[in-house]
Every structure is written in C-alpha cells, then in structure tokens.
C-alpha cells in the first residue's frame, strides 16, 4: 500500500462547477500537508499548505484535512479552464521531506 | 519570491553519453536541494537530497554512479546522468530549500531529458 493514495483521474467538470479533489495517508505521523499545482511539462507550484486539521481558505481554494481520517481535500470553487492541471497532494512529518500522492487531473471545460 | 530554475529545459542525447542538468536558486541561498523524477502521468520521485558542500543522500533503488549529483555552492546543485539509455528518458525536477528544518522547497520548472 502507498503511503499517500490519490485518484489519478481525469476528472471532468464544466467550467464554474465545485472541484473536490482527495488524498487519503497512512502515515499518522504526517503533520504538514500540502497541495501543488502542475501544468503540463512545468514543475509543481505550491497552493495551499497546512498544519492542523480543519479549514484553510485561500480565494477559490479551500484545503481541509481531517487527521482523524487520514483524510485531505482541495475545493475549487467557480472553476476555470484556467484551473487544468495536475493537482499533486503532499504530506511531511518534521523536515522537509515531502511524500507526494500520484496527483490528479483536472480537465475544466469552458 | 523564491524562484528555481533549470537548465537546460529540455535535452536529447545518445545512449552512451552523458548530460548534465543544472539548477539554481536565483534569489535565496538553497542549504538543500532535492532532485526528483517525474514519468508521465505519474507523481514525482525523490532521487536524492543534497545538501551544500556535502554529498547527496540517494533514496533507495538510484544508483549514485549513474547519477552525480553536486552541490557545490549555496545557489547551484547539479545532476548529471552518466551512460545515458533510453529508459532514463524521464522528467527531471529539481527543488530548493532555505534549510533542513521545516522549510518550504521551492520547485524549479523541469528539464525533459530524451535519450536515443
């Protein structure tokens, strides 16, 4: 079993809808946890990193994370075209070590 | 901002030969870098952490004869694919970071290495 699973996709939307995007771990000693974007042959840029579990909002985007679960999400809301790309979830422990999930496509349709 | 670059962004060369990629922090001084593999459709993989002046830790299954990686001042780490073959033909991203603590890793834009 990996230790950060992730749906490859692709997932389809119309532009405008909600996008909820998912990782589950294993690792209960992750303590940090992320979300990159990835266009296509570009390399990852961070959008969202968190601590604790809950919330975290930032314009269009809302990372949640429920470590009782093992459990993290990415919201988009009113999506664009824009937003196509690979959406890369990671974790760390302490350090600066990161463990990726294998990443999600996202395909926004105008 | 924190900005990585790569050099060269994308190379083809024969089986035998060998290639050298670059990367640099352009506006911060990187303690460690990362370098990574990425295959299509798939999520990257840490080949190896470097950390200024001293040599790189590989994760397990990279062969360090096969891929030097230097990193020989504060801006600069360099990884170089020795006897290059076809099945090294990948995706390869570099990071960097201000430290080994919990610092954020900046991602440089990749390089896509062909090889013939």
């Known amino acids: 079993q990996k230790e950060v699973e992730q749906d490859p996709g692709p997932l389809s939307v119309p532009e405008g809808a909600i996008v909820s995007l998912n990782c589950t771990y294993s690792n209960s000693a992750f303590q940090y946890f992320m979300w990159y974007r990835q266009y296509s042959r570009k390399g990852p840029e961070l959008l969202m990193y968190?601590?604790?579990?809950g919330n975290k909002e930032d314009g269009r985007f809302t990372a949640q994370v429920d470590k009782s679960s093992k459990y993290i999400s990415l919201f988009i809301r009113d999506s664009q075209p824009s937003d196509s790309a690979t959406y890369l979830c990671?974790?760390?422990?302490?350090?600066?070590?990161?463990?990726f999930g294998g990443g999600t496509r996202l395909m926004v349709k105008p | 901002g924190a900005v990585v670059s790569q050099h060269p962004s994308r190379v083809i060369c024969k089986s035998g030969t060998s290639v050298k990629i670059e990367c640099r922090s352009l506006d911060f001084q990187a303690t460690t870098m990362f370098w990574y593999r990425q295959f299509p459709k798939k999520s990257l993989m840490l080949m190896a952490t470097s950390n200024e002046g001293s040599k790189a830790t590989y994760e397990q299954g990279v062969e360090k004869d096969k891929f030097l990686i230097n990193h020989a001042s504060l801006t600069l780490s360099t990884l170089t694919v020795t006897s290059a073959h076809p099945e090294d033909s990948s995706f390869y991203i570099c990071s960097a970071s201000r430290g080994t603590g919990d610092y954020e890793q900046y991602f440089g834009p990749g390089t896509r290495l062909t090889v013939t």
């Open positions: 968190t601590y604790s579990s």
């Open positions: 990671a974790m760390k422990n302490a350090g600066n070590m990161l463990t």
